[in-house]
């Protein structure tokens, strides 16, 4: 949910650069004067709107002490600083209309999913070399803010589509999951953010997402070979339940010539094997939640072998989505429902639906609807037979997203949204008053969005094999996969599991472990003191919860602080060494 103070600031202009009487359409609701007093500025600097009088009033503001440091004349107003003890004389002035405070703008920063710390991707340096992720899905938008053109190949369409285009957006996610730029202040960063990793695209998936053949893979797998011309890992977040022969033989093939295979385990939560992610010569992926939980909807079987970050995954799409519902000065953001209608603005009165499992009495309503008891679709459907304008659909679990669907051939004339429970519950609270629902997606645009799935899940265990792989490019596919398993967090139960395979990959203990058969530890805190970083800090062969210094707390570290110069993040106590070659420092 997000409070808007929209205010009317298209207004005529002031003061002695002269003024006219065309005031532009008003933008929003203004602020009256009577809430300033709520919202201080520290600085003093205010926004001064000014009544049809802009001398008067601008003599007003200077016989206050007012001190102009930009005029606004488009607008009447200026911006200036004032001294507290005259705001509240001057807000009374008849020649002003309203005075607020100038609130401050920052530029956006990118907010790095938090995959990248749990998986101590930020802890490995990206370097050039000569790996190649080879991305099997569907498409890549090129035209991304947040995806670099830069090293990126594309294969010849095949026959769903240009590569370097996707309708889906599900290969775009993948992407940038694997190397969405950092260091550009927006959006999010990946595994590889440096924009060196070597991409290829094969699309084998169209617009609509659906599936492909066994032999599809095959040939994109071919195609994967023959665009790299040094180490390859092939990424594939897609499966299916039933085995090729002719898929497997590709597979041990590739693998026997160099290539790392790794895909995902599968989403239906049972423990049904999933193609190719259960063949030998493939690292079958599964899914876990920010608490390193295995997901519920983790396919688990005896061929899981890893384990990576795969609900609530934020990363890259190619549309950017107007999805929210507005109350008064309260706007609710949402996620459209798939395959209902989009609109630009369906207002009326919000009512209680219930769970909207059957028809009501909701012509011209906006109906909030529970989830549960029956399907999304069927919600919507009788919403719309119940004449409501639109649907919205609230969670059951708390704390969570709710991105829903009608499902494959399913519409709806009437636009609906998923909201989170917290968001729901506090519409049935407005219940009675009027509400408007936009629903609009355009594409294709520089979107982000957090999606679920051991799809997810997937190319970060592909980006970080291509992140290590490049430290070490004269190793082998299986001197990396072994360097992913054998330094991976172990997960309850202790040991090799169905669930989570080998456990969390961690990067940096994977790094160190290619680099040597018995990695150095070196001490960055006298006891351990850092407990969710998977790192032995202290060097007593515990980490995290496990080592008891943990729960004891104390110790001090002898490294840098943040902030101090470093050449390498064992230079720091957080193990962090951020930055260019030479203005390098702890963060």
């Not at 659909?393 to 998923?418: C, K, M």
């Amino acid at each position: 949910m997000r409070a808007l103070s929209v205010l009317a600031l298209c207004l005529s202009p002031a003061l002695a650069l002269g003024c006219t009487e065309n005031a532009m359409p008003d933008e929003g609701v203004a602020i009256n004067r009577g809430a300033l007093g709520a919202a201080p500025d520290a600085s003093g600097r205010y926004i001064v709107k000014f009544k049809n009088d802009h001398a008067r009033g601008a003599a007003a503001l200077h016989a206050a002490g007012g001190e102009v440091v930009l005029a606004l004349p488009r607008h009447g107003a200026v911006a200036a600083h004032i001294p507290a003890q005259a705001i509240a004389g001057l807000s009374r002035n008849p020649n002003v209309d309203y005075i607020e405070p100038d609130a401050v703008r920052a530029p956006l920063a990118e907010t790095p999913d938090y995959g990248i710390a749990l998986t101590q991707a930020d802890l490995v340096s990206e370097v050039t070399g000569p790996v190649t992720v080879c991305i099997i899905d569907s498409g890549y938008y090129a035209g991304h803010e947040d995806l670099s053109s830069a090293n990126v190949t594309f294969a010849p369409d095949g026959g769903a589509g240009p590569a370097n285009q996707d309708g889906s957006g599900h290969g775009t996610h993948v992407a940038g999951i694997v190397r969405a730029l950092g260091g550009n202040e927006i959006g999010v960063a990946g595994v590889n953010p440096e924009g060196n990793l070597k991409l290829h695209i094969v699309r084998v998936f169209g617009d609509d997402g659906t599936w492909a053949y066994a032999s599809s893979l095959v040939s994109a797998l071919d195609r994967c070979r023959g665009a790299a011309s040094g180490p390859l890992v092939v990424s594939m977040s897609l499966g299916g339940s039933f085995k090729s022969k002719t898929e497997e033989n590709a597979f041990k093939s590739a693998n026997g010539a160099g290539v790392l295979s790794i895909a995902a385990a599968g989403n239906d939560g049972s423990t049904r094997l999933s193609y190719p992610a259960s063949y030998a010569s493939v690292m079958s992926v599964a899914a876990l939640d920010v608490n390193k939980v295995v997901a519920d909807f983790s396919q688990k079987n005896a061929q899981v072998e890893i384990a990576a970050p795969g609900v609530a995954v934020s990363s890259t799409v190619p549309w950017v989505t107007d999805a929210s519902v507005t109350v008064g000065d309260t706007t609710f953001d949402g996620h459209p429902v798939e395959f209902a209608a989009s609109s630009a603005g369906a207002s009326g009165v919000l009512v209680d639906g219930g769970l909207c499992d059957s028809v009501g009495a909701w012509a011209g309503a906006v109906v909030v609807c529970e989830r549960g008891v029956v399907s999304f679709n069927d919600k919507v459907q009788n919403a719309q037979s119940g004449g409501a304008v639109a649907a919205l659909i609230f969670n059951n679990v708390a704390g969570e997203e709710l991105y829903a669907t009608l499902g494959e051939g399913s519409t709806s004339a009437i636009p609906a949204l998923g909201l989170t429970q917290a968001d729901g519950q506090a519409l049935i609270g407005l219940a009675g008053a009027s509400a408007t629902v936009v629903s609009l997606t355009t594409k294709p645009a520089s979107g982000y969005e957090a999606w679920d799935g051991t799809s997810m899940a997937t190319p970060y265990v592909s980006g970080i094999a291509a992140l290590i792989w490049n430290h070490f490019p004269t190793a082998s596919n299986e001197d990396v996969r072994a360097a992913l398993t054998a330094t991976a967090e172990d997960l309850a139960p202790a040991g090799r599991d169905t669930a989570s395979g080998y456990g969390l990959v961690r990067a940096a203990a994977a790094l160190d472990h290619l680099g040597g058969s018995t990695p150095v530890c070196t001490p960055t805190q006298t006891v351990e003191t850092s407990c969710d970083d998977g790192r032995d800090n202290d060097c007593d062969g515990a980490t995290d919860g496990s080592d008891s210094d943990c729960d004891t707390g104390g110790g001090t570290c002898d490294l840098g602080k943040p902030g101090e110069a470093c050449t390498s993040n064992a230079d720091c106590c957080s193990n962090r060494c951020k930055g260019k070659p030479g203005k390098k420092t702890c963060s």
